[in-house]
């Protein structure tokens, strides 16, 4: 393709593999929740000389020389990220979610110190207290979960055991729970047992930045997020956090009394090196195209997708968890339908259909989380592309159509080939030559 000339002529096999991948999303549906298109834009700053340079510290405080032009950028980031979220302090360097998560554990907890996190089968996250995950091995966690008959979160459950376990730190976040977080209640709960309130943001960034989700900024001490999934940045996080530390004479007497230089010392020199200065310039190209006016009308299509999928779906006599979505993201249970333990297998037809998601754990699933009971599907990258509520509807239909002949590769064929049609109206990097 056009844009790739430069490694087509030095390493054609590396580049056959990148124009395959460029194929298989431009002629399939991406569903993964987790997943979206950077613009072109984003792209090109990714593909920047900015990868080639060291930047060990902060801007205007750095080890290596040469520095100008990197703290530029990264200052702009800054700037950018606290307009767009309202935040007191952000720490853009993070090479990821999980780096991100835990640089405030790093920050916040002493090793076996306790905290609250919603548990991985419920949808919570592997760094919010997986038993095998750095956050369940070395702090100790008391895992909440959604109840079991109404599979919601219930915030007086949750203080309940906050009141017995008396954790020094309670994360509001979400990975596969389909409804939108009340992180007020989060905070309620927080402020009774003299909690620090983690927020998570990075499956709900985007439509916290579009006006589609209540945001935690104002509420919480500290804030997570990815810059990818519906934020639509480049594949890194960030860390958004108050100045001030609210509990330093409860838990941090021998520190500064200023919570973003806890952040910041943890991320830098406690956890990384020099952060990836070409993602830094992603990033603030990213956050300014989450500033203009059209960055809403996207969030808020995000979620009317979802919703229209969720009701298809449901039409069609499949059981979703909490029965429908209100944010980006929608949970199918097959237990209903005899297919426990078919995760795998319906991914894989998926897939062969054209539409990609994942597998994915239910509320309380006895099946195995490599070939679970459920699929997980979001809207990020089809709105994205500028699909609205008329395709979302085909693709709940044949979503739907999958599940009821999932061994028939005659028909998941057939599927494939409506699929390819539907997309060729919407093509991801128009004028960029793709598929030439």
Known sequence: ??????????????????????????????????????????????????????????????????????????????????????????????????????????????????????????????????????????????????????????LDEIKRQATLAKPKMIISSLTAYPRKLDFKGFQEVCDAVDAYHFADISHIAGLIAGGAHESPIKLADVVTTTTHKTLRGPRSAMIMCKEEDKFHDLYHKDTKKNLAKLIDSAVFPGLQGGPHDHITAAKAVAFKEALQPDFKDYAKQIVKNAKVIADTLMDKGIKLVTDGTDNHLILIDMRPKGLTSKGKELQNAMDLAGITLNKNSVPFDEASPFNPSGLRLGTPAVTTRGMKEGEMKFIGESIAKVIDNYEDKTKLKAINEEIKELVKKFPIYPGMGILQ
Request: proline residues 5%; contains cysteine; hydrophobic residues 35%.
């Open 1 to 154: 393709m056009e844009f790739m000339q430069n490694i087509q002529d030095k390493d054609p096999e590396v580049s056959a593999i990148i124009d395959n991948e460029a194929q298989r999303i431009e002629e399939g549906v991406e569903l993964i929740p987790s997943e979206n298109f950077v613009s072109k834009a984003v792209l090109q700053a990714i593909g920047s000389v900015f990868t080639n340079k060291y930047s060990e510290g902060y801007p205007r405080k750095r080890y290596y020389g040469g520095q100008e032009f990197v703290d530029d950028v990264e200052e702009l980031a800054i700037e950018r990220a606290k307009k767009l979220f309202g935040a007191e302090h952000v720490n853009l360097q993070p090479y990821s979610g999980s780096p991100a998560n835990q640089a405030v554990f790093f920050a916040l907890l002493n090793l076996k110190d306790s905290f609250m996190g919603l548990d991985l089968s419920c949808g919570g996250h592997l760094t919010h207290g997986s038993p095998v995950n750095f956050s369940g091995k070395h702090y100790s966690c008391t895992p909440y979960f959604v109840d079991k008959k109404t599979e919601l979160i219930d």
